[in-house]
């Protein structure tokens, strides 16, 4: 009995990521009618439709979404094993890494990362995508290489981390605002009008948790998605941000920032990435980048 046809797994792991026969198709620069083809026969094979049509798109079927993460897995792993061993050699590296951050990261750290990747490996290209959610799909997909930020029970128990340094929120008004004037009690802050930064458009967060343990409430005048574009907002106008301290230092430099007046637990900013990527020497040195370029910004012993 011939055994089963093992290029299809790479056809099937590009349908079930594209979950579109035509995109499928261009991603393998086959035709559409060949896609097509080779969709028929995983259905034949697997004994499963895999794809069906709802409406004008195509969705998963149960059975395709168990198999989605583990046929993904298996391609990489056969990547991984025909990929000829090599020694590392920066100067030499041609590689697009795609990093998943903040804004806030980006402003800080991002001109050294950028100057010291030009420097140890030339060929070497960065790539900076915004973090709209802490989904975990685009580094188990392979979209992102690395990413930054705070590891939280939404992140998938497989995705490996390594911190980078703890940080803590500060408020943040214009040079001259009334809060930069005299002390900032709980009640003078809350009283402010504020500039909440949300990417889940949620209208609350721990601050206001800890306000409201005294009886009070902060009138929230806006929401928006990052920390550059609330401190924006707040150097215009008399609006108050409260942003991590350490991620938007070189932004608050023209700016007043203050403790704020309320217990809010320091958090981690740490480094993720997913288990396939532990062993590439490439990935490994970009890692050991970012860690070095933050201790470095931050003034701390970075230590291997």
Not at 42 to 49: C, S, Y
Not at 247 to 264: C, E, K, N, Q, Y
Request: proline content about 7%.
């Amino acid at each position: 009995m011939p055994g089963p046809d093992l290029n299809l797994l790479l056809t099937l792991d590009v349908l079930l990521t594209e979950g579109n026969v035509a995109r499928a198709a261009k991603r393998l620069h086959l035709s559409p009618s060949a896609m097509s083809r080779a969709l028929a026969r995983l259905r034949e094979t697997t004994g499963d439709p895999l794809l069906v049509r709802a409406g004008r798109g195509l969705v998963p079927t149960p059975r395709a979404l168990e198999l989605r993460e583990r046929v993904g897995q298996l391609v990489q792993e056969t990547q991984a094993v025909l990929r000829p061993a090599e020694n590392l050699d920066l100067k030499r590296l041609v590689r697009r890494f795609t990093l998943r951050t903040s804004e806030g990261f980006i402003e800080s750290f991002g001109p050294g990362l950028i100057a010291r990747i030009n420097e140890q490996a030339p060929g070497v290209r960065l790539r900076f995508v915004a973090k709209t959610s802490k989904d975990s799909t685009p580094l188990r997909d392979g979209s992102v290489d690395l990413e930054t930020g705070v590891a939280g029970t939404s992140t998938s128990p497989e995705i490996r981390t390594r911190a980078l340094f703890r940080d803590r929120f500060v408020g943040v008004v214009r040079a001259g605002h009334p809060l930069s004037q005299g002390e900032i009690t709980p009640e003078n802050y809350a009283a402010g009008r504020h500039v909440l930064v949300s990417r889940r458009e949620q209208d609350r967060g721990p601050i206001d948790d800890a306000l409201q343990t005294l009886g009070l409430e902060r009138d929230i005048a806006t929401i928006v998605g990052g920390f550059a574009t609330a401190l924006t907002l707040a150097r215009a106008t008399d609006l108050i941000a409260s942003v991590p301290e350490r991620h938007t230092g070189s932004l608050r430099a023209d700016m007043f920032s203050f403790d704020l007046p309320v217990s809010i637990p320091v958090f981690t900013v740490s480094m993720l990435w997913h288990p396939r990527m532990d062993a590439d020497p490439a990935h490994r040195w970009l890692r050991d980048c970012v860690r070095e370029v933050c201790a470095e910004q931050l003034g701390e012993t970075w230590t291997p």
